[in-house]
T-cell receptor
Framework: AQSVTQLDSQVPVFEEAPVELRCNYSSSVSVYLFWYVQYPNQGLQLLLKYLSGSTLVKGINGFEAEFNKSQTSFHLRKPSVHISDTAEYFCAVSERDSSYKLIFGSGTRLLVRP | EAQVTQNPRYLITVTGKKLTVTCSQNMNHEYMSWYRQDPGLGLRQIYYSMNVEVTDKGDVPEGYKVSRKEKRNFPLILESPSPNQTSLYFC?????????????????FGPGTRLTVL
C-alpha cells in the first residue's frame, strides 16, 4: 500500500533563508506526486505536481521540487522564503494505474520569522 | 468566480443528532470528494464521486453517507455523529476528462467545515 511520510512536523526558518521540506513515499508502482499548501483558515491549494518528464518541477510562488525515484523522495524547496510563506504544506501521492485518490502526508508547518 | 463552497463553516453538535454538511461547486466538475483533516494525520478521503449517481468509499467511510443527485452538489451526511468524528472537513472537485488521469486535473478545495461533536 502506498504511504507518504513527512518527517518534519514543523520547520522554523528566518525570512530570506532557503528552505527544504522533506517528503518520502512508498509504493510498488509508478506514482504521481503533489505538494499542496494550506494557509491559515483556508482550503488546500496546489503548489506543484510531478506526473512525468523532467524530475525538477517548478510551481507557484517560487517553489520547486525534485522527484528522486531511487530515494523515493519528492522534497520541496525555495531559495528565499517570505513571511507570507508561513503555512502548512502537504505532500501527496497517487498511483498511476489504480484509484483516483490522493494519499496525503501528515503535513509540515513552515514558520517564517522576520 | 469559480469556487467550491461548504456550509456550515463551523458546527457544534451533540452525539447522535443527524447532520448534513453541504458542498457545491460551480465549475461543472465531474469528480467530487470529501476529506477529513486531523492533527498529525493529514487529509484522509472519506467518499468520492466520479459523476452523478456514482459514489465510492475512500479510506475512512465508516459513519458517513454521501449522495450525488446533481452534478454541482455532494452533501456529506452523518446519521449519528460521535465524538471521534470531530474534525475539519474539506470538499474538493475536479474535471474528469476522458483518456486523462484524473489527477492531471487540479483538485479545487473548499474552505473547510470545522465540526465538533460533544
Amino acid at each position: 500500500a502506498q504511504s507518504v511520510t513527512q518527517l518534519d512536523s514543523q520547520v522554523p526558518v528566518f525570512e530570506e533563508a532557503p528552505v527544504e521540506l522533506r517528503c518520502n513515499y512508498s509504493s510498488s508502482v509508478s506514482v504521481y506526486l503533489f505538494w499542496y499548501v494550506q494557509y491559515p483558515n483556508q482550503g488546500l491549494q496546489l503548489l506543484l505536481k510531478y506526473l512525468s518528464g523532467s524530475t525538477l518541477v517548478k510551481g507557484i510562488n517560487g517553489f520547486e521540487a525534485e522527484f528522486n525515484k531511487s530515494q523515493t523522495s519528492f522534497h520541496l524547496r525555495k531559495p528565499s522564503v517570505h513571511i507570507s510563506d508561513t503555512a502548512e504544506y502537504f505532500c501527496a501521492v497517487s498511483e498511476r494505474d489504480s484509484s483516483y485518490k490522493l494519499i496525503f502526508g501528515s503535513g509540515t508547518r513552515l514558520l517564517v520569522r522576520p | 468566480e469559480a469556487q467550491v463552497t461548504q456550509n456550515p463553516r463551523y458546527l457544534i453538535t451533540v452525539t447522535g443528532k443527524k447532520l448534513t454538511v453541504t458542498c457545491s461547486q460551480n465549475m461543472n466538475h465531474e469528480y467530487m470528494s470529501w476529506y477529513r483533516q486531523d492533527p498529525g494525520l493529514g487529509l484522509r478521503q472519506i467518499y468520492y464521486s466520479m459523476n452523478v449517481e456514482v459514489t465510492d468509499k475512500g479510506d475512512v467511510p465508516e459513519g458517513y453517507k454521501v449522495s450525488r443527485k446533481e452534478k454541482r452538489n455532494f452533501p456529506l451526511i452523518l446519521e449519528s455523529p460521535s465524538p471521534n468524528q470531530t474534525s475539519l472537513y474539506f470538499c474538493a472537485s475536479s474535471f474528469r476528462l476522458a483518456g486523462v488521469h484524473l489527477l492531471n486535473n487540479e483538485q479545487f478545495f473548499g474552505p473547510g467545515t470545522r465540526l465538533t461533536v460533544l
